[in-house]
């Protein structure tokens, strides 16, 4: 099964560009990669999802290598709300039409006032 | 309007026991889901479902089971609970069906149940 590889925890100062990476080098050509967060006591929230094209969204932006074994969830001014477990998923379907969802330890990002 | 709830928030009960946990979504998603989150923080898929399939995941002890009285919920059923169940439960709903759509898809998650068994 396909996994993702993350750093355990990142520092950011407030009002600063965050880069998260995640490996996953043994995605598949169907996987869809996607970005969820955590906030503490919460469930978790999505962020942003791509397949092959980088992606912006209002939240942030998604950065995807041209041979789609990494990417890097960019979060373009990190605010204090910005504290949370990213994990970086990916999402696809094996032959048989099962769903296959793999989730990564997580990065616990910190942001510094 | 909360998007998807689940009930109770929190759940105490002794080994042995059966319990359920109920959720529900408001957001007219046609697929939902239960995820299990153990003290590592790992979040693994238990089912996903639709009110045409229902896919299991091959490591989810059968006394685990999904019951769905209509498209807006997803009830998890637990039979004779043990100490290794204790987590937090996730409920979850994405728009669309069908692989391509759902690999695309938004996942909304509840707020969690946290289950503890002693």
């Known amino acids: 099964d396909a996994k993702t590889t993350q750093p355990n925890s990142m520092e950011s100062n407030e009002e600063e560009p965050v880069h998260l990476p995640c490996n996953h080098s043994?995605?598949?050509?169907?996987?869809?990669i996607h970005w969820y967060r955590q906030l503490p006591s919460q469930g978790p929230e999505y962020v942003i999802h791509g397949l092959t094209s980088n992606v912006n969204n209002r939240m942030a932006s998604l950065a995807i290598a041209e041979d789609r074994k990494s990417s890097t969830l960019i979060l373009h001014r990190a605010t204090l709300r910005d504290a949370a477990v990213y994990y970086c998923i990916l999402r696809g379907f094996d032959y048989f039409g099962n769903e296959k969802l793999t989730f990564g330890t997580g990065t616990r990002l910190t942001i510094i006032p | 309007d909360t998007a998807v709830s689940q009930t109770p928030k929190y759940l105490v009960t002794q080994m042995g026991n059966d319990k359920s946990i109920k959720c529900e979504q408001n957001l007219g998603h046609d697929t939902m889901y239960w995820y299990k989150q153990d003290s590592k923080k790992f979040l693994k898929i238990m089912f996903s479902y639709n009110n045409k399939e229902l896919i299991i995941n091959e490591t989810v002890p059968n006394r685990f089971s999904p019951k769905s009285p209509d498209k807006a919920h997803l009830n998890l059923h637990i039979n004779s609970l043990e100490l290794g169940d204790s987590a937090v439960y996730f409920c979850a709903s994405s728009q669309g069906w069908g692989a391509g759509s759902r690999a695309g898809d938004e996942q909304f998650f509840g707020p969690g149940t946290r289950l503890t068994v002693l």
């Open positions: 043994t995605i598949s050509g169907t996987d869809y």
